[in-house]
């Protein structure tokens, strides 16, 4: 019986890694041939097989690359303003409006928590041009704080951190600091956030990968080539009418790719505490 049960636990150990791998794979594969594409020439990418093994062609994309007007280094600074400070901005102000809606009991408490949730489901195509004209009468177009000021209103941000707040929020720490003579930013600043960072870190990926991925918005507001994201320049990454350089557009990819992969990397670690600690109490 033991033995059955040894070969059952191996079995099934054996079956869940096989298919741990087969996702991780199918994960990277896409980003695999990105890379690849970025090392190969416009023949390569349309005529031959798909390829899995890099080719000498990259330095000739990257001067074909810089050619075409196209400038990564400033691309990645203003991408990298304000993909950072809108995380910065999202995080910080969900996590405060959050724990107004779990610490405090007041009156409108759930009708504002209603509001909030009714907003998520408002597309932001749909309020674009009621949007663009107000910052046009502001004098904001084709400044980065009309892309960074928004994102403090964040519904969805906000709905993440109000639910693992009140899963791993103990209240009777709030209750002591107030007691002790805490005020409330310092309770939120020094108690609230130390315990928020799993939740905080999940959040930090997915706004700034949706920042940093975010065409539309600036798009519509940035004119000047100055101020162009990494999105907007591989998006006019085209090349005349008789030819399109692939290489190249691959090549723009990666490198507006890069910058996420770290920060996956980097705040990583955060999410799987995340799990974890849900683990532990759960």
């Known amino acids: 019986m033991a033995k059955t049960k040894k070969k059952k636990g191996l079995l099934f150990k054996v079956v869940a890694y096989s298919v741990c791998i087969l996702l991780a794979i199918l994960s990277i594969l896409p980003f695999w041939i990105m890379f690849v594409n970025a090392t190969r020439d416009t023949y ?38 304000i993909s950072t400070a809108s995380t910065a901005c999202t995080i910080y102000f969900s996590a405060l409006t959050a724990y107004a809606l779990v610490a405090y009991n007041w009156k409108l408490r759930g009708p ?5 949730l009714a907003v998520m489901m408002i ?32 519904p969805a941000a ?16 709030v209750e002591a600091s107030r007691i002790d003579g805490a005020s409330e ?6 108690i609230v956030l130390p315990i928020m960072k799993p939740a905080m870190a999940t959040q930090a ?3 700034f990968v949706s920042s940093w991925n975010n065409l539309f918005l600036p798009l519509v507001l940035l004119t000047d080539s100055n101020k162009y994201t990494m999105p907007i320049m591989v998006s006019l990454l085209r090349g005349d009418i008789y030819k399109t350089e692939y290489g190249a557009i691959y090549l723009g990819l990666a490198l507006t790719v890069l910058p996420l992969i770290v920060a996956y990397f980097i705040l990583s670690k ?5 799990v974890a600690l849900g683990g532990v109490k759960g």
């Open 44 to 81: 390569q990418i349309q005529q031959d097989a798909l390829s899995l093994i890099p080719s000498t062609h990259l330095f000739e994309n990257l001067k074909i690359l810089l050619g075409k007007t196209f400038d990564p280094l400033k691309g990645l600074t203003n991408s990298m303003i």
């Open 112 to 116: 504002f928590f209603t509001f909030i």
């Open 123 to 154: 597309p932001a195509q749909v309020s674009i041009i009621g949007f663009y004209q107000f910052m046009y009468k502001i004098g904001m177009t084709n400044n980065f704080l009309a892309l960074i000021l928004p994102t403090i209103a964040t």
């Open 158 to 173: 906000v709905f993440f951190m109000r639910q693992f707040m009140v899963a791993s929020l103990p209240l009777e720490l």
């Open 185 to 190: 930013f310092y309770t939120f600043n020094k």
């Open 205 to 207: 990926i997915f706004t």
């Open 270 to 274: 955060y999410i799987i505490e995340g």
